[in-house]
């Protein structure tokens, strides 16, 4: 398995980003048990993964859809314990689009490590896999998300109005992207 180190975290123990697999099922659920009511707030995440079963069910799918070319999912560990992820939870690549997320437990919060491990993801994407178009798409209510999304240099192209229900409210949602072109710009500006 590979592992890409994504920085050092204040205490030193560091933090990378790995995989996701449905043998990690276990992990993966005691990481959602650890963040469920923080990363409820806005994504169905929790809701999904009630047990250790239904988590190895979700990573099943993932990785029949990483086998279709479709999404892939990634863990965030840090100190060795999972406290996060990312990934595509759509891949086109004959389209030339795909859709990024993410989710962190509350220990991991305010590290930078969602923008760090998307930043990966969106180079792969761009530069290895030909995608022209990545989006975001987050609950307007969602400030943090929306802000990543920022710092991501993605620019907001609209809202869908009460366009999704979660946990029997409707909000709004918020649609980002940011297109391959604008994307190795900012990166050639940055360095």
């Not at 987050?138 to 802000?147: D, F, I, T, V």
């Not at 999304?149 to 709004?172: I, N, S």
Request: charged share 25%; hydrophobic share 40%; with cysteine.
């Amino acid at each position: 398995m590979f592992a890409i180190p994504l920085g050092s975290d204040a205490d030193g123990t560091g933090a990378e980003l790995r995989p996701l697999e449905p043998w990690q099922a276990e992990e993966f659920f005691a990481h959602i048990e650890r963040g469920r009511e923080h990363i409820g707030r806005h994504v169905p995440l929790p809701d999904v993964n009630r047990t250790v079963e239904e988590s190895r069910a979700f990573l099943e799918r993932y990785a029949e859809k990483q086998a279709a070319d479709g999404g892939r999912i990634y863990g965030i560990w840090q100190g060795g314990t999972l406290v996060g992820g990312v990934l595509f939870r759509l891949f086109d690549a004959g389209q030339g689009t795909c859709e990024v997320g993410c989710w962190l437990e509350p220990a991991a919060v305010g590290q930078g490590l969602v923008t760090r491990a998307l930043r990966l993801l969106i180079d792969w994407a761009v530069d290895v896999r030909g995608i022209h178009r990545v989006e975001w798409v987050a609950s307007a209510e969602n400030a943090p998300s929306l802000r990543t999304a920022e710092r991501l240099g993605m620019r907001c192209d609209g809202v869908l109005r009460d366009g999704d229900l979660h946990r029997g409210k409707r909000t709004d949602l918020e649609i980002w992207s940011v297109l391959a072109p604008e994307w190795r710009q900012a990166r050639a500006s940055a360095s």
